[in-house]
C-alpha cells in the first residue's frame, strides 16, 4: 500500500459549526505543510465543495430518520502524489441513479467539456434551496483534474450509502 | 441612497455598496452554507440602484475563495449590472485574481462569456 497520511477524519453530524471547525484545522495544516498557493487553493476548494454537500443533505438525513452519529463520514489523507478526499453519506435510494448518470457525465468530460457544462449549469435559472443548483460535482472535478471516484451501497429499500473519493494531484 | 457595507468573517466578504458612487466592492472570501441569505440585501440595493443608476458604475470583485452555492448570487449580482449595462450606463466589471491563481482566472472569464458587460481581469501579486 502506498503510504497516505491521514490529516483528519471525521464521522458523524456535519454542522455548520463542525464544518467550520474542520476548514480551519484544514488550513492551518495546509499552512504549516508550506504547501504552494495553487495546490492549497484547489484542496481548499474541494474541500468546502465536499463538506457543504455533505452540510446540505442533513436535513434529507434526519427526515428519513439517520442516527446522527452515523449521518456522514469524511476523510483527507496525503500522499506523495498529492491529497485524497473520501466523503460518504446516505442518499435516498430513488436519488441514486441520477446521481450516477451525473457523475458518470461529469466523468466523460474533458476540461472544456467541464467547463462548458460549468458555464451552462451555472447561466440556468434551477437552483437548490441553499443555492448550489447542482455545481458541486462540476466544480470538484474541474478543481481535481481527475476521475471521481464513486460507490453506491444499497442499505435498504429506502437508502443507501453514498460514497465519492477525489484525488487532486 | 443606498449604502452597505458589511465586513468580512472567515467565510463571507468584505462588502462595500455605494450608490451614490456608483461602486460595488467584493473582496476576501464567499464560502458561506447559506449564499442567498447572504447576498439577498446585495441584490436587492443593486435592484433599487438599477432604476436610476450613475452614468457610470465600477464593481470590483477580488476573492480569494468563493463557492458554487455564492456562484450563482455573483451571476445575480452580474445579470443585474447586465440591465444597468443595457439601460445605457457605463459599467464595468474589474476581476482581480492573484498571479498563479489560474481558476480564479478562469472563474472571471467563465462570468466574462455569459454576461455582456466589459470585464477587465487584473492580475495581482501573491499574497503569500
Redesign the interface.
Known sequence: MKHNDIMLSFKGDVT?EM??SM??IMEAKLDNLGEP??MK??V??VL??CL?NL??HRDEMKRIGIDEESAAIFMIGRNDKGYNIVTGNYILTERVESLKGKIDHVNSLDKDGL?TL??EV??NDE?SQ????G??I??IA??SGQNLVYDFMEVDKRYSFFSLYINIV | MGKISIEGTSKTPTVVFDSQEGVLELKGRSIPENSIEFYKPIVESLNDYSDGPNEFTKVNIQLEYFNTSSSKCILDLFKKLESIHKGGSDVIINWFYEEDDEDMLEAGEDYQAIINVPFKMIETPVDE
Open positions: 455548520s464544518l467550520t476548514l480551519q498557493s495553487k487553493r484547489k481548499y476548494n468546502v465543495e457543504q452540510y446540505h467547463k460549468y458555464k451555472l447561466n437552483r441553499k443555492g448550489g443548483g455545481l458541486g462540476i466544480d474541474r478543481k
